[in-house]
């Protein structure tokens, strides 16, 4: 399982690219790669990827701030001396074919990750509970589409023994493009949800996309599913290798047991196993996060990690930023900062959880729109202002457009008082109202689309009282 290291001059990126070198120093080593001429740093390769924007139009300044090698698809004039330039015939398929290659040849174990909701977090675990034996790179932050892979992928060529992998999609086919990318050994499925359910129509369709992870794989393969979500289930029933399940169904290969919601203090339970049983406790919110936690084990211990530092490093997990962080503020307020993105299914278990925070003054939601749901937007909304309803809310701030304004009307149909909800237009909008909403002790749970920005919201508060 120990990774080589991989080494990257010029000269083996253009072979390893079917390119050319016209111009440059074949032998310069790149100390990383970038397909942005506004981060690269001196030193690194500079990708001019053809997409919304033209990245040839910027070899430039990728020059001018000290690239070490540029890739192109076709002639470009820079000063001498300056990097090395492979030309290729397609940029984007050029650094998916490096991303593969260093892939291949550093003889590393690659663990795959998909599913409509959870993924940062299963990758984060896996990465931590796996660091307790092997040499571990993952994608950094959501690095995990057609560009991000391959570029976490490069990682793997200082020799580390095991990728952690995140591969995210909006439309049918992207997981069987990242798949062949990355050519897992290990392929995790965590879930079908509602996210982006307007590209695909239905869960079922979403499911099919998502079970593009299982495919290619050979009869050494390992998959690891959730045994809890029926449509995951049906789908890997044909696996050419072997599956691990996990979840809380009794017949789950790791599972919980005895769980208990702790509110915003984490969850307790305890861990089954075919290693033993352990008293498990995770600082993360939710029987949601909890499943992801037992995804995350499943791998590890299927990969040899004891029992015992699976179940140490899980009372040490900390949530990705915005996704479910606690903050504690002045005046004994806490903000769940769950800002970074939303689908009905996962606001659904962050209002259960929420719910069961007995600990608060009151609890207060602000809601922004979900984007990406088609012609079920609305309907879906409804359903989770009644969610919301029911999670005894005592004040509701609904962000967005018409979607968002069904959302509150849905939880006042549901019995919310009509004084405690309230909509904004915009994040900015609702900062401010939220900022003279909230009182000492409240609790506030702040969630929405990436492209409503709630996190203005949580940015005010902090502000105002951190």
């Known amino acids: 399982m120990a ?125 931590a509970f796996l660091e307790a034996a092997f040499t571990v790179v993952k994608n950094p932050g959501n690095l995990n589409n057609h560009l991000g892979l391959p570029l976490s992928l490069l990682e793997m060529r200082h020799g580390a023994d095991v990728a952690v992998m995140e591969l995210g999609m909006n439309h049918a086919g992207e997981i069987r493009v990242l798949v062949g990318i990355a050519e897992p050994d290990v392929r995790v499925w965590t879930n079908v949800g509602d996210a982006h359910i307007g590209h695909f129509g239905s869960a079922d369709a979403i499911a099919d996309a998502k079970a593009e992870i299982l495919e290619g794989a050979g009869p050494g393969a390992l998959f690891v599913g959730n045994a809890d979500d029926p449509r995951v289930m049906a789908r890997a029933r044909g696996f050419a290798g072997r599956a691990v399940t996990f979840g809380y169904d009794e017949g789950a290969d790791v599972r919980a047991v005895d769980v208990e919601d702790l509110g915003l203090s984490g969850m307790r339970a305890t861990l089954v196993t075919a290693r033993g049983r352990r008293a498990l406790q995770v600082p993360l919110l939710g029987r949601g996060h909890l499943a992801n936690v037992l995804c995350a084990a499943a791998v590890a211990i299927e990969m040899g990690v004891p029992i015992d530092e699976v179940v140490a490093r899980a009372a040490a997990l900390r949530p990705a930023r915005r996704r479910g962080e606690v903050l504690a503020l002045g005046g004994h307020v806490r903000v769940v900062d769950d800002s970074y993105n939303s689908s009905p299914s996962a606001l659904a278990r962050v209002l259960e959880m929420l719910s069961r925070e007995r600990h608060a003054a009151r609890r207060v939601a602000v809601l922004g729109e979900m984007l990406e749901l088609g012609d079920q937007s609305v309907a879906l909304h409804e359903a989770c202002g009644r969610a919301a309803a029911a999670s005894g809310l005592a004040a509701l701030v609904t962000v967005g457009g018409e979607p968002a304004r069904k959302l509150g009307e849905a939880a006042v149909a549901a019995g919310m008082d009509r004084r405690a909800v309230a909509h904004a237009a915009t994040s900015a909008a609702a900062a401010d109202l939220v900022a003279s909403l909230v009182a000492d002790g409240d609790v506030v749970l702040v969630k929405g689309s990436r492209g409503i920005r709630t996190e203005q919201v949580v940015d005010r508060l902090v502000a105002l009282r951190g």
Do not use: C, W, Y
């Open 3 to 127: 990774g080589r290291v991989v080494p990257l001059a010029a000269a083996d990126m253009a072979a390893a690219m079917r390119g050319r070198i016209v111009s440059g120093d074949p032998a310069r080593v790149p100390g990383g790669f970038s397909i942005d001429s506004r981060s690269l740093a001196p030193g690194q390769a500079f990708f001019a990827i053809v997409a919304e924007r033209d990245g040839h139009a910027f070899v430039g300044d990728a020059a001018a701030r000290g690239a070490a090698v540029v890739v192109v698809s076709r002639a470009v004039n820079l000063p001498a001396p300056g990097p090395a330039v492979v030309q290729v015939a397609d940029t984007t398929r050029a650094l998916q074919d490096l991303g593969r290659a260093v892939r291949r040849r550093s003889g590393a174990t690659v663990v795959a990750i998909t599913g409509s909701a959870g993924k940062t977090t299963t990758k984060d675990a896996t990465a």
